[in-house]
T-cell receptor
């Protein structure tokens, strides 16, 4: 079974600063996908960024980038130029590559507060 | 259109009631999911439908009954629920339901907040 660990329950960052959220995972799979989802107070889960395990290049989406270390099973999210709208719960998630169905396993989340 | 629409947004029901949650997507996705999320916890998978067939049931109690009438619609029928079933119920969809498809990712609706009295 896969496990996803987010060791930072809460973090705070000032507007325009950079913050990094940590995520580690445990799996015996070689082929899989990793995600960061954001859940603002509206409670809708919004996809932030996606990484394929077979790709060495780190994914980027505008102000969001990841540091994917496959050997270390680490997948951190860096948010640059933080904005008030980035305030949310952030979940790291693992998707197993399988023939039957996609199955997302979520970490416990990191609550990020962006302050003025 | 990248929306997954869930209705109702809020639902209050008694333990003897029967109610249904509805989820709809028009992205041509062939997989749909129900997740349950308790306060301050991550979402937990309940069911997966792939090509309108139930492919995963995570040992969910029978008082929750999923239904997929077509590839765009997903229902969750609720009967004789317990107060501990109060939670946010999230629906999601993805392109194929198999991660062998490139660019597979889940799109979520905004959820139904369910309270069981």
């Amino acid at each position: 079974a896969q496990t996803v660990t987010q060791s930072q329950p809460e973090m705070s960052v000032q507007e325009a600063e950079t913050v990094t959220l940590s995520c580690t995972y445990d799996t015996s799979e070689n082929n899989y996908y990793l995600f960061w989802y954001k859940q603002p107070p509206s409670r809708q889960m919004i996809l932030v960024i996606r990484q394929e395990a077979y790709k060495q290049q780190n994914a980027t989406e505008n102000r969001f980038s990841v540091n994917f270390q496959k050997a270390a099973k680490s997948f951190s999210l860096k948010i640059s130029d933080s904005q008030l709208g980035d305030t949310a719960m952030y979940f790291c998630a693992f998707m197993k590559v399988a023939g039957t169905a996609s199955k997302l396993t979520f970490g416990t989340g990191t609550r990020l507060q962006v302050t003025l | 259109d990248t929306e997954v629409t869930q209705t109702p947004k809020h639902l209050v029901m008694g333990m003897t009631n029967k109610k249904s949650l509805k989820c709809e997507q028009h992205m041509g996705h062939r997989a749909m999911y129900w997740y349950k999320q308790k306060a301050k916890k991550p979402p937990e998978l309940m069911f997966v439908y792939s090509y309108e067939k139930l492919s995963i049931n995570e040992s969910v109690p029978s008082r929750f009954s999923p239904e997929c009438p077509n590839s765009s619609l997903l229902n969750l029928h609720l009967h004789a629920l317990q107060p501990e079933d109060s939670a946010l119920y999230l629906c999601a969809s993805s392109q194929s339901g198999t991660v062998t498809t490139t660019n597979e990712k889940l799109f979520f609706g905004s959820g139904t907040q369910l309270s069981v009295l």
